[in-house]
């Protein structure tokens, strides 16, 4: 069975950086598109960003453009979230997920695959 494990987050000041790790157990990740989504309290998984299979293009929310960029390693299978400038609305479960189903990418329906979550919490 596939996993992808989360890791990174933490608690920051605003104005702060947090890099998010995204490992994946099984390499034909790397022929997917992969996406990090955010849960906040209560809240629907919404968009980060999402990076193509050899890293051709990179996908943004307009709420972390600019502030946020996203990568991949596939010799270690692995997605990172580079988040700098952090604000309080930021704070969430940040998920990464692989994009398997035909669909946009913003779209969390459109991913099969999930990881257990990373807590960023942004402390103003």
């Known amino acids: 069975q596939v996993q992808l494990v989360e890791s990174g987050g933490g608690l920051v000041q605003a104005g702060g950086s947090l890099r998010l790790s995204c490992t994946v157990s099984?390499?034909?990740?790397?022929?997917?598109?992969m996406g990090w989504f955010r849960q906040g309290l209560g809240g629907e998984r919404g968009f980060v960003a999402a990076?193509?299979?050899?890293?051709?293009?990179?996908y943004y929310a307009d709420s972390v453009k600019g502030r946020f960029a996203i990568s991949r390693d596939n010799a270690k299978v692995t997605v990172y979230l580079q988040m700098n400038s952090l604000k309080p609305e930021d704070t969430a479960i940040y998920f990464c997920?692989?994009?398997?189903?035909?669909?946009?990418?913003?779209?969390?329906?459109?991913?099969?695959?999930w990881g257990q979550g990373t807590a960023v919490t942004v402390d103003s």
């Open positions: 997920g692989i994009k398997t189903f035909e669909g946009t990418y913003e779209d969390p329906r459109n991913y099969a695959l």
């Open positions: 099984d390499r034909t990740a790397n022929g997917y598109l």
């Open positions: 990076i193509t299979a050899e890293s051709v293009a990179t």
